[in-house]
């Protein structure tokens, strides 16, 4: 208890801002996550924002999720608004005080009417309508979302059954959210759902609008929406000159920020996500085209998503580098890891977290890292060629992802382009290195990546009940068909399963349609028995990700009675008790050849061990260790996988590095050195002679667990066999 009295009164985490694109922002609002140790609050009465100058600012917190054994805070969110000169960074520190807090200089007045919610900033009154047009604002009126598929242009004001509720309502911040279709003018025929936010501020003339649509139509997964146009249409009050810009593709990379009739218009990701168009028309009427009618048309497949943020600037400033590049407030590494432990075994690269022996090979680590991440970046640019068309990473429904290959055979059944689908969660590698070190280029390329998985490696309706939030297959053929034979399908296991970057986005951004899409997902696991081990062991891995994480953030016990009842199948497994594996599991189809272990592909032990390993910590369950070990132990007796002599791994030794933190966990659990001493020779070879790569997918899994073997090498850990 004293403990934790001093440190609730040594509370001081510094938290940095950091202004990247060369435009100052002044009184920006700011949304963002932060950590806390175990046992430090049960609310946040007594927390306090400060800046530079030790001044308290207005700021709202609010709970986000609790440490799931003792209920104390686990992460905030916190909203205030926050200043940065150009290209600088600016400081502020979260404490905790009993001293009240300051008064915000400005609050929202919101005012509920007969289908409508009137919100009032104080600069800027505006209307958000339940049924109808979206909003109508001083300059701008009758704002509307027109869709064209084929010869119809479908509209979200048609649509007689949406709905508008206040999501979230601070005294300086307010969601709307507004859910529905894009329908005709018989307002029963649709096309696309979709979930519409409008966020605003106090004091502030603007309005952040995040779109999606939705797919749930059709009975089969191989039924599509044709996208024939997609526009935000809204009517100026001021007349304006005509104005047609589109970006077909991705050059010219101008800024996504328009301004007609005293209003700013702004598209994040404006030339990441073409086409994109904006038009003024001679009748008064504005058009961003979020994919203009010129373009070439695009089917959107059932179960697709896409997202866009939107900014609506009603006074005519300019606020593109808002809305382009969010300011995060970012505590230190040290903070999200060896102080708070928020994130499990995971230690920051500094000097004082490993003995002076280890940390060198850390920065070749990390280096690795950088390096092969800067390769997959630098790849976006470069294109491909396909059937005599030019293509590149870029456009509305690629960014984010990378391509995995090119099949241009059309004799084949699985020809076209594979995408990678963000496979092996590609994004929540990059988050484990930011939170680990601080780099920003890795938070911007996760963030990326993030929103491509939650809208497209994410199916958000499947045809068979229970399946809806299943994963892409990975690599996927066009994005949408399995690679192996061209079949509509999302995934019939959980080989594929990624949802853990959603979560972190979540909790670092407080982005709302990430958490969305992070329950749908994870409620799919718990729903649709993926785990089949006999053909793809890295399933075990995946579900516990998915299902610790989901009961960390959300704590709903259904996702701790899955992580359970997977531990129990593994184990039936191992002992080969067939009878409890048909009580368990009717998918599950047992092999004597694999008694003790898991299946005959030792690279993907690494993913399975190191989920089992979470989930031994977590579980109280101390059987399985022992298990662990057994199923170590059937890969080094195995000649077809593992050399001896050689110390090496025969099947895919690239991968050997995946699995170096499971190995040192069951080193720390058996007292036995010898797993840790392979897993640390595997570490040291890689780390030296493997080259970087530029392939997303080896990314993923050459980096998703390896970072947590850096904790074995840190001074946090205490069971680390003598060297």
């Known amino acids: 208890m004293f403990c934790l009295i001093a440190l609730a009164i040594a509370l001081d985490v510094p938290l940095t801002v950091v202004e990247t694109l060369g435009v100052a922002r002044e009184g920006e609002p700011v949304t963002f996550g932060v950590p806390l140790p175990k046992g430090l609050l049960r609310d946040t009465g007594q927390l306090r924002l400060v800046d530079a100058q030790g001044r308290t600012l207005p700021a709202d917190f609010r709970i986000v999720n609790k440490w799931w054994d003792d209920g104390s805070v686990q992460w905030v969110h916190a909203d205030f608004n926050a200043s940065v000169s150009a290209s600088s960074s600016a400081q502020y ?163 996504g920020w328009f301004t007609a ?35 070439r048309p695009q089917n959107i497949y059932k179960g697709v998503a896409k997202t866009h943020e939107l900014l609506l600037s009603f006074d005519n400033s300019n606020h593109w580098a808002e809305l382009e590049e969010p300011l995060l407030p970012a505590a230190p590494p040290k903070w999200y890891t060896r102080d708070t432990k928020a994130l499990g075994r995971l230690t920051d690269t500094a000097p004082d977290a490993y003995p002076p022996q280890h940390y060198p090979l850390v920065q070749r680590y990390d280096q690795w890292l950088t390096t092969s991440r800067d390769a997959v970046l630098a790849k976006r640019d470069k294109g491909f060629e396909f059937q005599g068309r030019k293509f590149d990473e870029y456009g509305m429904l690629n960014f984010g992802d990378a391509m ?6 059309d004799s084949r059944p699985d020809y076209g382009v594979h ?24 938070f911007r390329t996760a963030v990326e990546a993030a929103a491509h998985l939650a809208d497209v490696d994410i199916s958000h309706s499947e045809d068979r009940p229970g399946r809806d939030g299943a994963p892409r297959t990975g690599p996927g053929l066009n994005h949408w068909t399995r690679y192996s034979n061209g079949v509509f399908i999302s995934s019939t296991s959980w080989a594929f399963y990624k949802n853990e970057s959603l979560f972190d986005r979540w909790l670092l951004t407080g982005d709302l349609w990430s958490r969305d899409v992070a329950r749908l997902s994870a409620d799919f696991g718990v729903t649709y028995d993926g785990l089949d081990l006999q ?14 994480k989901a009961y960390e953030v959300f704590g709903d016990r259904k996702y701790l009675d899955r992580a359970n009842w997977i531990v129990d199948c593994v184990h039936a497994w191992q002992d ?148």
């Open 93 to 255: 520190r979260l404490t905790l005080s009993d001293a009240p807090p300051p008064s915000p200089t400005s609050t929202l007045r919101v005012e509920r009417q007969d289908g409508a919610i009137k919100v009032n900033t104080g600069p800027l009154e505006f209307t958000a309508h339940a049924r109808g047009h979206l909003l109508d604002g001083p300059g701008l009126s009758q704002v509307d979302v027109h869709l064209r598929s084929d010869e119809r242009v479908y509209k979200l004001s048609n649509w007689a059954r949406s709905e508008l509720v206040i999501e979230e309502q601070t005294p300086t911040k307010i969601i709307l959210k507004r859910t529905g279709a894009h329908a005709w003018v018989d307002k029963e025929d649709k096309a696309l759902d979709y979930v519409v936010r409008i966020i605003a501020h106090a004091g502030r003339s603007q309005v952040k609008i995040v779109y999606s649509f939705v797919n749930r139509q059709g009975r089969e997964m191989s039924d599509f929406v044709r996208l024939d146009g997609l526009w935000l249409q809204g009517r100026l009050a001021q007349s304006a000159d005509a104005q047609h810009v589109e970006q077909l593709d991705a050059e010219p990379r101008r800024k």
């Open 261 to 295: 009739g005293n209003i700013g218009f702004g598209v994040r990701w404006w030339w990441q996500l073409y086409p994109k168009g904006f038009q003024v028309l001679p009748n008064g009427r504005v058009r961003l085209d979020l994919f203009p009618e010129t373009a």
């Open 404 to 409: 995995h290959k090119l099949i241009p055979n």
């Open 419 to 442: 995408w990678e689908t963000e496979y092996y969660d590609f994004p929540h590698a990059l988050f484990l290195h930011f939170f680990r070190t601080g780099d920003r280029v890795s």
């Open 535 to 548: 053909s793809n062991t890295r399933s075990i891995g995946h579900g516990m990700f998915a299902m610790l």
């Open 576 to 723: 080969g008790n067939v009878a409890r594996l048909k009580e368990l599991s009717s998918r599950i189809v047992w092999s004597p050849e694999f008694a003790g272990g898991y299946s005959h592909q030792s690279w993907m032990y690494g993913i399975a061990l190191e989920g089992m390993a979470q989930g031994s910590l977590t579980l109280n369950r101390p059987e399985m260790p022992s298990f662990l070990k057994r199923a170590a132990d059937w890969v080094f007796a195995n000649p077809k996988e593992w050399n001896p002599e050689q110390r090496k791994f025969l099947n895919a030794p690239v991968h050997g590095v995946m699995l170096t933190p499971g190995l040192a966990y069951i080193a720390e659990t058996s007292g036995d050195r010898k797993y840790f001493d392979i897993a640390l020779e595997h570490f040291q070879r890689q780390v030296a002679n493997e080259p970087p790569t530029n392939r997303l997918k080896l990314f993923a899994q050459l980096f998703r667990n390896s970072q947590r073997f850096l904790w074995y090498l840190s001074t946090e850990t205490t069971s680390r066999p003598s060297e």
